[in-house]
């Protein structure tokens, strides 16, 4: 199975300042149609997760422009440019692109 | 709007079985591969299976191959998840989640296995 890690596992942040989280994947996510399915999703606290962005760098309706995704191949990073406090919650990488799909195991932002 | 509502989920005994449905609305059903994914309380998220648009294609976690099926009646936009032989480690919420890529969840249902 592809093994997806997460750094770090706990992020304290403050208000208005920039946070980044990292993930890589134990194999290349470059599918053999050329891209690269690596997803992030938000959970707020007592919600269902929501996915924030696909495909590495494509945000989400709705997902305000704060939040960025790069990377390639098997290093790719969430980006929040100025933390709000509607941003505390646990961040997941996911990839989707080889069975079984994989999760990290989750970055817990808090103010 | 797209809405997912997971339902059956309850206390079981191990061993015993619980089959869990998803309704969905707001989109073309029959046109969406579906997941069900889990979260442990306390824990992360844990895929566990997906069925393709159609039902002809079905890949699970190895922790639950043989013991789940996903499932979809496209006729009722239902998926389900028939899982028997629960084990204590199956307790969890389980999420119904659309698209190849998860792009909406359900609230979730949570289930419990426990003698």
């Known amino acids: 199975d592809v093994v997806m890690t997460q750094s770090p596992l706990s992020l304290p942040v403050t208000l208005g300042q920039p946070a980044s989280i990292s993930c890589r994947s134990s194999q290349s996510l470059v599918y053999s149609d050329g891209n690269t399915y690596l997803n992030w999703f938000q959970q707020r606290p007592g919600q269902s997760p929501r996915r924030l962005i696909y495909e590495v760098s494509n945000r989400d309706s709705g997902v305000p422009d704060r939040f960025s995704g790069s990377g390639s191949g098997t290093d790719f990073t969430l980006k929040i440019s100025r933390v709000e406090a509607e941003d505390v919650g646990v961040y997941y990488c996911m990839q989707g692109t080889h069975w079984p799909r994989t999760f990290g195991q989750g970055t817990k932002v808090e103010i | 709007q797209v809405q997912l509502v997971e339902s059956g989920g309850g206390v079981v005994q191990p061993g015993r079985s619980l089959r869990l449905s998803c309704a969905a609305s707001g989109f073309t059903f029959s046109t969406y591969a579906m997941h069900w994914v889990r979260q442990a309380p306390g824990k992360g998220l844990e895929w566990v299976a997906l069925t393709s648009y159609g039902g002809s294609n079905k890949y699970y976690a190895d922790p639950v191959k043989g013991r789940f099926t996903i499932s979809r009646d496209n006729s009722k936009n239902t998926l389900y998840l028939q899982m028997d032989s629960l084990r204590a480690e199956d307790t969890a919420v389980y999420y119904c989640?659309?698209?190849?890529?998860?792009?909406?969840w359900g609230q979730g249902t949570l289930v419990t296995v426990s003698s």
């Open positions: 989640a659309s698209s190849w890529q998860l792009d909406y």
